[in-house]
Structures are given as structure tokens and as C-alpha cells.
């Protein structure tokens, strides 16, 4: 599906089928995995500038004020995520439409918004790196 949000500014991000591949990450702010893959995938986009043609989006989700790493906006100020990011609504909206079964959640669209492959949990660099390297742009 395309789907449209915001993030913690308030300000529209949307996951369309712009021909650009995209790789979306499912993030809950409570997951010690999702605490893990953050600054590894930062750290790989700030020192490669990520893999070429292809857009990281990431959507916060299942969020609960209960939960430790409260509110997921800091937690991701502190590690400098730079991709852009939307919030799942309460309902868990885009994690459910995208087939979402465990935190972190990686699903890689072609261009033309075909889910090209899923990875559920933790995701090294060079398999994040293969996958986007099968993904293909369209327009």
C-alpha cells in the first residue's frame, strides 16, 4: 500500500510508488532489537550515504508510554536517525497493511511499489545491502 503520515514534527511523509525502491523499517521504541538496529543502520547511511537509488523510511510503531525508551521521537533524536520517519497510528495501521509480524520489520519495494522481500528481526549490513541490491526502479 501507499501510505501517507506524519512525523514528529507534524510535518506529511508518504510511502508512494515514485519508481524510487524503498526499504521500510517497522520500529517499536521498547525493542531492544530496534534499539540495536538504529545506530547500525545510521552508522552504515553516515558513513556510505545507504545503498544508491534506494529511499530508508522508517515507521515508529506500537508505541506506548508505558514502555521503556519513551517517547520514540528522542530515542531517535539520540541516534541522529536521519531518514524520514512516520508514526503508526494507535491502531498499528501501516505495520498491519505491510504484513508486520515482529520488531525490527524490513519490507523492500520496487519502484513500482511491489514487496520485492521481507526480513523480520535483526538485519546485518550486508544482507541489508544484498536485498536493496535486487530491488529495481521504475518510470
Given amino acids: 500500500p501507499e501510505i501517507t503520515g506524519v512525523d514528529f514534527d507534524g510535518s506529511s511523509v508518504s510511502i508512494s510508488h515514485d519508481g524510487t525502491p524503498k526499504a521500510i523499517v517497522f520500529l517499536a521504541h521498547w525493542c531492544s532489537h530496534c534499539q540495536a538496529e538504529v545506530p547500525r543502520v545510521q552508522s552504515w547511511i553516515d558513513s556510505t550515504g545507504g545503498f544508491p537509488g534506494v529511499e530508508v523510511v522508517s515507521v515508529t510503531t506500537a508505541a506506548s508510554s ?7 521521537s528522542s530515542w531517535l533524536d539520540r541516534e541522529d536517525w536521519t531518514s ?18 515482529s520488531f525490527p520489520y ?11 522481500h521481507r526480513l523480520a528481526g535483526q538485519t546485518d549490513i550486508q544482507t541489508l545491502q544484498s536485498v536493496m541490491g535486487t530491488l529495481s526502479a521504475t518510470g
Fill in 66 to 72: 508505558g514502555q521503556p525508551n519513551w517517547p520514540p
Fill in 84 to 101: 524520514p520517519n512516520i508514526r503508526d497510528d494507535s491502531d498499528r495501521s501501516a505495520f498491519v497493511a505491510y504484513g508486520g509480524t
Fill in 106 to 116: 524490513w519490507v523492500f519495494l520496487n519502484g513500482d511499489g511491489t514487496v520485492a
